[in-house]
């Protein structure tokens, strides 16, 4: 499996979580951007351990449940507690702090600093919470090490392949050992290879202990990773599904 090892103690530190205490709490949000209701009223629990996997058409406000989890926007009503804290009543300085202590996020389209190399772009994350550059960039090179491509890490994004670089961000995510993981359609820019190896990837963190909220169209994906599927349609959850583990 792309050159994931077993997990080790680098990995099964990335999280804080007591087992069973719930993450993530969503009371009644709603976001509205002019005349366009994104969030109508989500109501959400993701417990400490779970892996969530959130589906819906385009549009439906998938990835506006993402931000406002994260703290990159802020809802029109109702609150969102991760981890203790109530999201919306952060300030801005209050936010930027949460999203690097208890946010590990994956994007898409993988968000690295170009002129950074992967060890640098990893080692960053720990660099802006008053990490040492030294203690940060040893840790980087575990988790790189751990995630099979310690032998890239002073290549720079541009020279790595998709799969190569979704790793060095799913490194990046995980630096500041977060109590929980959002991932927006973290394999929808990857070939079917490397869209597999990450699936592996996220499926191996969820199983040593790491929270994990995912966002995607790819129902094999949600599959294979989450524990739970939720339907969204229209800015609601309109379906809850528990799903078997995989093999």
Do not use: W
């Amino acid at each position: 499996m792309c050159g994931f090892r077993s997990p080790s103690s680098v990995l099964c530190m990335v999280t804080e979580n007591d087992g069973g205490e719930a993450v993530v709490r969503l009371a009644d949000v709603r976001k509205e951007y002019g005349e366009t209701t994104a969030l109508a009223g989500v109501s959400l629990e993701v417990r400490a351990g779970e892996a969530v996997a959130v589906m819906g058409p385009s549009g439906c406000g998938k990835s506006t449940l993402l931000n406002m989890i994260a703290g990159l926007d802020r809802p029109t009503g109702g609150t969102i507690t991760v981890h203790g804290e109530d999201v919306g009543e952060l300030s801005e300085k209050g936010l930027a702090l949460y999203r690097r202590r208890r946010i590990g996020m994956i994007f898409q389209f993988f968000n690295l600093i170009d002129d950074l190399s992967a060890i640098d772009n990893v080692a960053l994350a720990a660099q802006l919470t008053g990490t040492p550059a030294r203690q940060a960039r040893r840790r980087a090179l575990e988790l790189l090490d751990e995630l099979g491509i310690a032998d890239r890490r002073n290549a720079y994004p541009a020279v790595l392949s998709g799969g190569e670089r979704q790793r060095v961000a799913v490194a990046r995510a995980l630096m500041n050992r977060p109590a929980l993981l959002l991932a927006d359609e973290p394999t929808g820019a990857l070939d079917s290879r490397a869209g597999e190896q990450v699936t592996d990837l996220l499926l191996d963190l969820n199983q040593i202990g790491q929270t994990l909220i995912l966002v995607t169209h790819d129902e094999h994906l949600a599959r294979r990773c989450a524990s739970r599927l939720v339907r969204f349609a229209d800015g609601r959850v309109t379906a809850e599904h528990t799903l078997e583990p995989s093999a």
